[in-house]
C-alpha cells in the first residue's frame, strides 16, 4: 500500500489549510496517509550563523525524512502577503541545506486557499514557479476561494468546487 504525507504551509491552530489537506486526504483510497503538523518540527529561523555556530536542527531532517519515503505529498500553503507563510518558508529553507531536492519528485497535489476570492492563488503560483526546481512533481494543483463560504463540516459544500477537487485528488492517485 502507498504511503502519503499532507500538511498545511501553516502553523495556526485553527488552519483552513489544514481543513482542506484533511478533506482532500480523505479522498485518496487505498492509502496509508499521515497528516503533519508543522507544530510538531519546531525550528530556529534559518540563518547561516546558527547553521555554522550549531548545525542543522532534526526537525528539519525529521520532516525531510517523512518527504523521502512517502509515495506522494499532499499540500495546502497559506498565504501570507503573497507569499508562503513564515513557518513554512523557514522548513522549507532548512530542508534546501539538507537536500536541494527536497521533494524527491514525489507526485504532489498542490493546493491553498483563503478567506478571500482568490483562494491563495498567488502562493500557488509562487510554489508552482520555484518546486519544480527543487525535486517538486507537482501533478496538479487546486485552489479553494473563499473558504468560508464553500467549505463546512469537514468538505467543500459548493458541489461544482468539490467535483474540481475530485477530479484533481483521482490525477493525484493515478500518479502514486
Known sequence: MKNIIAFAGSNSKTSINKL??????????????????????????YGVDYQNTHGI???????LEHLTTSDGIILSLAEHNGAYSSVFKNLFDWMSIINGKLWSNKPMLLMATSPGARGGATVLEVAKGRFPHMGGNIITDFSCPSFQDNFSEGRITDPE????????????????
Open 57 to 63: 536542527p532534526d526537525n528539519a531532517h525529521k520532516f
Open 161 to 176: 468546487l468539490d467535483n474540481v477537487l475530485k477530479a484533481k485528488v483521482k490525477l493525484f492517485q493515478e500518479a502514486l
Open 20 to 45: 482542506l489537506v484533511e478533506y482532500a486526504s480523505s479522498l485518496v483510497s487505498h492509502v496509508n496517509t499521515k497528516i503533519l503538523d508543522l507544530n510538531d518540527f519546531e525550528l530556529p529561523l
